[in-house]
């Protein structure tokens, strides 16, 4: 009886340690091809960071995953693989696009599949319907970006725009007509300006950097402001060593020696760009908000705090120097 009874709890305790630790899959969507695909890399290797980290020190589970997905920067590409990730069991939310008319074509699809959904970057009153924010909304960030400027009012200030990409609403002219500048909008290869009147570049990072040497070559000594988009490697390629550029984001480069070296050995030596930590902290963030009803955590790009269905961090947003 006695060794029948053993054999019993043998066999239990075998089939405890054989049961597989429950798994919490997060997917990310971004362009890791074309000509955007320097932001996905950027972010890959910041969020698979983050899922080794959480698996090292949580060796009973539960386990995450990370499931990446391209959608080139194509809108169309961006609604299929939407389709594809919300279809993945086991998934508990899923991060992308990276840009605003593949954030923006994606979601409806999202919306249908009642997937837990969060748009990084796009100001917070310009997400979507159906999507979780992070960052601040447009007044907050031209805000920021007025703040660099000299204390001065009523000269020029233009406001372009390339057709193309669209990060800011009608919200950022209002902003800067309530400090008392003169607005002048324009599209990029109609712009302008002289001296030292502001740009607020509302576009993509390679059309910035084109206009921005034309301008700077015809004598312009202005800053040139924007959002999140003028963070991609296009706009240094093309002015580098400008001194006169400010970039408002929810995220930035950390320099911070032991990160940089863990980034850097799944990277096989990239270090990392201005999109590495977000998508870190938004991997961990995610993961503690899945596993606890509120949390408070530091992690790369501010103090991260999560409660009744939200996700808020401090500060909200950085000033780049690209």
């Not at 066999?11 to 955007?36: K, N």
């Not at 084109?210 to 296009?234: C, K, V």
């Not at 930590?277 to 899945?290: C, E, F, P, R, T």
């Amino acid at each position: 009886m006695r060794k029948r009874l053993a054999g019993f709890l043998i066999g239990l305790l075998g089939l405890t340690a054989c049961r597989s630790p429950e798994l919490w899959t997060i997917g990310l969507v971004a362009p890791f091809e074309g000509r955007d695909r320097a932001i996905g890399y950027d972010l890959i290797f910041g969020a698979r960071l983050a899922i080794r980290e959480w698996n090292v020190r949580r060796p009973n589970g539960p386990r995450a995953m990370l499931l990446a997905l391209d959608d080139g920067g194509d809108p169309e590409r961006a609604r299929e693989r939407a389709r594809q990730i919300t279809a993945v069991p086991g998934l508990i939310a899923v991060i992308g696009h990276f840009r605003p008319e593949t954030t923006r074509a994606a979601a409806p699809v999202y919306r249908e599949a009642g997937v837990l959904w969060i748009a990084p970057l796009l100001p917070a009153d310009q997400v979507p319907a159906g999507a979780m924010a992070t960052a601040a909304d447009t007044s907050t960030m031209v805000e920021a970006l007025m703040g660099r400027l000299p204390q001065a009012s009523g000269s020029r200030f233009w406001m372009v725009r390339d057709g193309e990409e669209q990060w800011f609403g009608p919200e950022a002219v209002a902003v800067i007509r309530a400090r008392g500048w003169q607005v002048v909008e324009a599209r990029w290869t109609e712009a302008d300006p002289r001296g030292e009147e502001p740009v607020l570049f509302d576009g993509r990072a390679v059309h910035a950097g084109e206009a921005a040497r034309r301008w700077r070559q015809a004598g312009w000594r202005g800053l040139l402001l924007g959002g999140p988009g003028l963070l991609h490697p296009d706009l240094r390629a093309l002015i580098p060593g400008d001194p006169g550029i400010r970039v408002v984001a929810e995220t930035r480069r950390v320099d911070d020696p032991g990160w940089v070296a863990a980034y850097r050995a799944l990277s096989l030596g990239t270090p990392p760009g201005p999109y590495a930590a977000l998508g870190y902290d938004l991997v961990w963030a995610l993961l503690q908000a899945h596993g606890s009803p509120s949390f408070r955590w530091e992690g790369r790009t501010g103090i991260w705090e999560g409660g009744g269905g939200r996700l808020r961090k401090a500060p909200a947003l950085w000033m780049n120097v690209p």
